[in-house]
C-alpha cells in the first residue's frame, strides 16, 4: 500500500506525540512492505531537510512564511506571529498553502498513493492567517485526532477562537473516515462534532526494544517528561514535590520538556528547588536511557487523548504513575501496572510518589507489569497491521461511493 501522511512536526525538529507516532509508524509500515510518504508545511524557523529518506520513509517539508533565520530565539518570528491575519495571510499563508496542495496532489498521481492520513492538530494552521479547507483527493482522507483545538479547549473550558474551532469543523466534515487515538477521545469527539458516523479507535503504539528488566535503578530519581504547560499537570507537580522533598531530601526530580521554566521554579521552596533539574528537549535515545535507570516517571496530565510519553516509560520497565483523567485509565490499572492520581490533588501527588519510592516490591511490580502491558496491547507491529486492515475498509467504501 503506499500511504501518504499529513505532519508538520517530523523529527529530527522538536517534535509532539504527532511527530513521533508519525515516524514510528511509518518506519514500521516500511519494514512490513509499505511504501510510506510524509509531507508537511513547515515554518522555516523548524529547520530540518526540505527532503529526507528515513529508513524508508520519505519526508517533504515545505515551508511558509518568511526564511529570517533558523534561530528560533529570533525576535522577529514572534513580532511575526502577532500580526494581524490579513497580513499573515500575504507573508505566510494562501499562496504557501495552494502550492503545498498541488504539491500533494501531484505526489497522489506520482507515487500511486492508496490513501492519506491527517492529524486534527495542524500547527502551521494556527499561524497561517486563515482557515484553511481540505480540497477533495482522488484517494480518501482519513482524520486522526490527537486532539484538536477544540477538544482541548473544551477539555480546559476554554472560550473558543472562532477561526480555530471552524478550521476543526471543516475538518472533521471533509474527512470521508474518522479515527481516534484512545476510546475516550472518540467518544468525546462525537460529542464536539455531532458525528453519527463511526470513529476507529487506534490506539497510540511503540517499538519494543529488546532489552532485560536487570538496569541498575538510580535510587529516588524521578523523571517528568513533557511540555512544560499546564494541561500536562507539571504545575501540581511543583507544588507536591515540596512535600516529597521534606521526606526524601536527597530525592531528584528530572524534567525533561520544552517551555518557560521560571514559573515553575517559583513554585519550589528553597531546598526543594536545588533537587529539581530541568534538562529540555531530548532525543528519544537520550529519554529511554534515563527512562531505564529512573526510579520512576510521572504523568498528571488534565487533558490527553493517549499520550506516547508513558509508553515511553513502561517500555523500558520504568514504574509510572499516570493521570486518572482523560484516557489514563486505558492504559493504566491502578496498583496493577500502575498507580493513578488525581492531578488536582496535589497532596495524592505527593502520597503516590512517596509510597513508590518506599515500596520496592510494588517497584518491580509496576516494571514487569507495565512493560507487558504495553507489549501486548500497544506494540506497533501490530499496531501497523491494524493500521493497514483500516485503510483497506476505508478505500474499499471509497471506492464503492465514488463509483
Known amino acids: 500500500m503506499n500511504i501518504l501522511y499529513i505532519c508538520d512536526e517530523y523529527p529530527p525538529g522538536k517534535n509532539g506525540g504527532i511527530g513521533t507516532m ?7 509500515l516500511v519494514k512490513q512492505g509499505h511504501n510510506v510518504y510524509v509531507a508537511g508545511l513547515y515554518g522555516y524557523r523548524y529547520g530540518s531537510s526540505d527532503y ?3 529508513r524508508g520513509v520519505r519526508v517533504y517539508r515545505l515551508r511558509y512564511g518568511l526564511n529570517l533565520c533558523l534561530n528560533e530565539k529570533n525576535r522577529l518570528y514572534n513580532i511575526l506571529e502577532k500580526l494581524p491575519n490579513s497580513i499573515k495571510r500575504n507573508l505566510n499563508g494562501k499562496r504557501a498553502f495552494i502550492k503545498y496542495l498541488g504539491f500533494i496532489e501531484r505526489l497522489i498521481e506520482k507515487e500511486k498513493i492508496d490513501i492519506i492520513e491527517v492529524p486534527d492538530w495542524n500547527n502551521f494552521s494556527f499561524f497561517i492567517g486563515f ?22 479547549a473544551n477539555e480546559s473550558k476554554s472560550t473558543l477562537i472562532k477561526m480555530f474551532h471552524s478550521i476543526d469543523l471543516k475538518l472533521y466534515k471533509r474527512a470521508d473516515a474518522l479515527s481516534a487515538v484512545s476510546q475516550y477521545t472518540a467518544n468525546k469527539n462525537k460529542q464536539l462534532f455531532n458525528i453519527s458516523k463511526d470513529v476507529k479507535v487506534l490506539y497510540n503504539s511503540i517499538e519494543i526494544p529488546d532489552i532485560k528488566l536487570d538496569n541498575v535503578k538510580q535510587k529516588q530519581k524521578i523523571i517528568f517528561t513533557g511540555t512544560l504547560v499546564t494541561k500536562k499537570g507539571i504545575f501540581q507537580l511543583m507544588k507536591a514535590w515540596n512535600f516529597v522533598h521534606e521526606k526524601f531530601p536527597n530525592a531528584e526530580l528530572v524534567i525533561y520538556g520544552k517551555g518557560k521554566i521560571k514559573p515553575l521554579k517559583e513554585l519550589l521552596n528553597e531546598k526543594s528547588s536545588a533537587t529539581v533539574y530541568f534538562k529540555g ?4 535515545n537520550v529519554l529511554f536511557q534515563e527512562l531505564s535507570t529512573a526510579t520512576m516517571a510521572i504523568f498528571p496530565s488534565y487533558s490527553e487523548c493517549f499520550a506516547l510519553a508513558p509508553l515511553e516509560a513502561l517500555v ?6 499516570n493521570s486518572s483523567r482523560t484516557s489514563g485509565k486505558e492504559l493504566i490499572t491502578e496498583k496493577e501496572n500502575g498507580s493513578l492520581i488525581n492531578p488536582d490533588n496535589v497532596e495524592e501527588i505527593a502520597n503516590k510518589i512517596i509510597e513508590l519510592i518506599e515500596d520496592l516490591n510494588l517497584q518491580k511490580k509496576y516494571s514487569i507489569k507495565g512493560r507487558e502491558k504495553v507489549m501486548g496491547d500497544f506494540n506497533i507491529v501490530n499496531s501497523a497491521k491494524d493500521h493497514i486492515n483500516y485503510y483497506n475498509e476505508v478505500i474499499n467504501s471509497f471506492i464503492l461511493k465514488n463509483n
Open 316 to 321: 523500558v520497565g520504568c514504574p509510572i504513575i
Open 22 to 28: 508519525v515516524q514510528v509508524l511509518g518506519r514500521e
Open 281 to 284: 528537549h531530548v532525543s528519544r
Open 131 to 152: 482557515e484553511i479547507e481540505w480540497p477533495t483527493f482522488k484517494v480518501p482522507l482519513v482524520l486522526k485526532s490527537n486532539g484538536s483545538y477544540t477538544y482541548f
Open 52 to 54: 529526507e529518506e528515513d
